[in-house]
């Protein structure tokens, strides 16, 4: 147990030596969180959350449904995640998110509300014409996805539990006509009742949590999710690295003088690979303490920490030392290593958010210890502690074991490790 934790130390020592590989594994990550916190406008005095999405409504209905939604949007509930603006024209609402004047415009059109609530008299009646429906129109600005974004699911949210309330009392009423508890000459009566109170639908669609003795818990910085996204991005080098040193040291002779000396070659693999991991976890803690001494980033629960970024590296090594299970020269690790640390980059969501993926990618990205770590950040960075992270924790030891095993076995077949 001693020579394999020497044998790993002596590997960080050396990292620690190389100018070049310091400057790749802590100066570009830490330079890349320094654009992303400009670009957020984390350093330039912007919002570090998302409020004050500017909204241009255009009721045209100006009825009954029409007037609930412009009322929610200036709600307080919503009063400091929405900056909503009143117009009367269409075409002009969408000149403003044309010129970036906001982030999308409501156009509720004319007829909105009868198209869902029918004229007195033709709700039962089978001979009246029912009314085309007629939708919101949601003008999004391409340049402001997030705002744009939001803005749209509040308007989905009110449309589908306005539909869902409509349906849930027409379906009531007609099986009490059914079962004879309701006269059907009272049921219309029975029904439009139904949507005297649909412009105070209970529960506002969005709720923003005022509890101060938790706000600080809950407040996301950006930086905690773009500074540990370049940090596991760069991760996937260290890896790389630690294992072209491997094939490096077999190439140069020293490797195989280990092999004749009086240790056993799974001490010697071990040790290999335990310098790995400690050049991985001093790369990414070094990072986050960096982060949070010059950026001021509130990590979270410090255990979550500690737990979730021994996981990282551990997923991530599996990966390392099956890249270098199957390369013959260290310029294949060096070559492949920095292939698969873009393709992670991105599949992970280092660059842009899972969310915004297709569903299979989404799928496709749980291959990587980025998503998983990224994941386990964010949830400490929202006030999760390490009783939350059970499965990104668990996902990155499995994702380890595995890849572990399938390199050990590639070895002993190559005869990497035989004296």
């Known amino acids: 147990m001693k020579k394999l934790f020497l044998i790993g130390i002596k590997d960080l020592k050396l990292m620690f030596r190389d100018r070049a590989a310091l400057t790749f ?72 998110i044309d010129s ?34 007629v939708k919101i129109e949601v003008y999004a600005n391409p340049s402001r996805p997030t705002g744009a974004g ?31 508890l309701l006269n059907p000459q009272n049921a219309e009566a ?7 109170n649909v412009d105070q639908i209970e529960s506002t669609v969005i709720t923003l949590k005022t509890d101060t003795q938790g706000a600080e818990a809950v407040e996301f910085d950006l930086l905690a999710y773009f500074a540990p996204g370049m940090a596991l991005m760069f991760l996937m080098y260290t890896v790389s690295y630690g294992g072209r040193s491997i094939l490096a040291e077999r190439a140069q002779g020293t490797l195989p003088r280990l092999m004749i000396s009086p240790t056993q070659s799974v001490q010697i693999l071990g040790g290999k690979v335990l310098g790995i991991f400690f050049m991985g976890v001093a790369q990414v803690g070094i990072l986050i303490l960096a982060s949070a001494m010059f950026f001021q980033v509130k990590w979270g629960d410090a255990p979550g920490i500690l737990a ?62 980025n998503a998983w770590g990224l994941d386990g950040f964010t949830t400490l960075a929202l006030g999760g502690t390490l009783k939350n992270l059970t499965e990104p924790i668990t996902a990155l030891l499995v994702m380890g074991t595995v890849l572990f095993g399938v390199a050990v076995v590639i070895f002993n077949r190559n005869g990497l490790v035989q004296k």
Do not use: C, Y
């Open 25 to 96: 594994m802590l100066l570009a990550p830490f330079l890349l969180t320094i654009g992303m916190g400009f670009v957020t406008g984390r350093f330039s005095g912007g919002s570090t959350g998302i409020s004050d999405i500017p909204v241009v409504i255009v009721n045209l209905d100006n009825n009954q449904l029409g007037n609930a939604l412009v009322d929610l949007f200036n709600s307080e509930d919503l009063a400091e995640l929405m900056e909503p603006t009143a117009s009367s024209d269409p075409e002009a609402a969408r000149q403003l």
């Open 100 to 133: 970036d004047q906001a982030s999308a415009a409501v156009i509720i059109p004319e007829g909105f509300t009868r198209s869902i609530i029918p004229a007195e008299g033709t709700m039962f009646d089978p001979n009246a014409v029912t009314p085309e429906a």
């Open 308 to 369: 979730l970024i021994l996981a990282a590296v551990f997923g991530a090594t599996g990966w390392g030392m099956l890249i270098t299970a199957f390369a013959h020269t260290p310029a294949q690790v060096a070559n492949t290593g920095t292939v698969v640390m873009l393709i992670f980059s991105i599949l992970g969501g280092s660059f842009i958010n899972l969310e915004n993926f297709p569903p299979f990618i989404q799928t496709i990205s749980k291959i990587t210890p």
């Open 150 to 180: 939001i803005v749209k699911a509040i308007v989905d949210e009110f449309v589908s539990r306005v539909e869902e309330g409509r349906m849930r009392g027409m379906t009531s009423i007609v099986g009490l006509m059914q079962s004879g």
């Open 190 to 196: 029975e029904a439009r009742a139904l949507f005297e």
